[in-house]
C-alpha cells in the first residue's frame, strides 16, 4: 500500500510540473497609440499675419515738353511693415500640391526721395494687393515647400519736397498706382498635432511694378513746374502667417516619402 500510495504522489507532482511548465505567462503587448493626425492638403483656407518689405526706386529727373533729362538714374529706397490677410484653396495629388490665392496688405513702407538734386521728401506705399497660383512639393507629410507666382498691384501715396533747412514745402508729386508681376518662396507647416485644421506659412516674395510718370507741381499753387519723373519699383518682402484650413479631418490622397 505504502509503495502505491508514493507511485501516486510522485505521478501527481510530476503531472503539476507539467501543468505549470504549459501554462507560463503571456507575453507582454503595450496598447498600440492613437495615430498622430496626418494633414490633408486638398481644400479651403484663410489666413493672416504680417511681414517687412524693402524696396528700390530708381527714377530720373527730366523736362515734361521735351524730355531732356534733369538728374539721370537715381535711387531711392524704403522699408517698413505690413499686415496681410489671405484665401485660397489648393488640391493635392501624391506629394505635390497646387494652388490659387488672393492676398491683400495693409502697409507701412516708406523712405526718402528727391527731386532736382536737392530737394527731399518722404514716399510712403500704402497697400499692396496680389493674386497668383503656387506648385509645391510635400518633403514630409507635414511640409510643403513651394513656388509662388502671379500679378500684382500697389499704391505709393504723394510726395511732398522740401529744400533743406527751410520748412515751407516747395513742390509736390501726386500719388499712384501700378501694376506687375510677383515670384515667391516658402515653406508650409501642418501644426495639426497642436490645433487640427492649423498651418504655419513663411515666403519669401519679390515684385516688380510698371514704370511711373507723375508731374511735379508747385506746392503753393498747385501749377505744373514743367518737370516730371519717372519711377521704376522694385521691392522685396518676406511674409509668414497663420493658416486654417476647413477640411482638416478629411483623409489625404496617398502619398509616398
Known amino acids: 500500500m505504502k ?6 504522489t510522485a505521478m501527481a507532482v510530476m503531472t503539476g510540473s507539467a501543468s505549470a511548465a504549459d ?3 503571456r507575453p507582454y503587448t503595450k496598447a498600440p497609440m492613437a495615430a498622430a493626425p496626418v494633414a490633408n492638403w486638398s481644400g479651403c483656407y484663410v489666413g493672416a499675419g504680417g511681414g517687412g518689405a524693402m524696396s528700390n526706386n530708381d527714377y530720373n529727373d527730366f523736362t515734361t515738353a521735351t524730355g531732356a533729362v534733369l538728374d539721370n538714374n537715381l535711387t531711392g529706397g524704403a522699408r517698413g ?6 484665401g485660397g484653396c489648393d488640391y493635392q495629388f501624391n506629394n505635390w500640391v497646387v494652388g490659387a490665392f488672393a492676398d491683400y496688405d495693409f502697409m507701412d513702407v516708406h523712405g526718402d526721395h528727391g527731386f532736382a538734386g536737392a530737394f527731399t521728401g518722404q514716399q510712403k506705399q500704402d497697400w499692396q494687393w496680389a493674386v497668383g497660383g503656387r506648385v509645391g512639393y510635400l518633403v514630409l507629410p507635414q511640409l510643403l515647400t513651394y513656388v509662388s507666382g502671379g500679378y500684382t498691384q500697389a499704391h505709393w501715396k504723394g510726395t511732398t519736397f522740401f529744400f533743406p533747412g527751410i520748412a515751407a514745402a516747395a513742390f509736390s508729386a501726386p500719388g499712384f498706382t501700378k501694376g506687375g ?8 507647416y501642418a501644426l495639426t498635432s497642436f490645433l487640427p485644421g492649423l498651418f504655419w506659412k513663411t515666403e519669401y516674395r519679390y515684385s516688380e511694378f510698371d514704370r511711373a510718370n507723375v508731374a511735379v507741381s508747385d506746392f503753393a499753387t498747385g501749377l505744373p513746374t514743367g518737370f516730371s519723373q519717372t519711377e521704376k519699383l522694385r521691392e522685396h518682402s518676406v511674409r509668414s502667417e497663420l493658416v486654417y484650413r476647413f477640411n482638416w479631418g478629411g483623409a489625404p490622397l496617398v502619398a509616398k516619402y
Open 3 to 8: 509503495k502505491l500510495l508514493l507511485a501516486l
Open 81 to 86: 511693415w505690413f499686415g496681410t490677410v489671405q
Open 23 to 25: 501554462l507560463a505567462a
Open 181 to 188: 508681376w510677383f515670384i515667391g518662396t516658402g515653406d508650409e
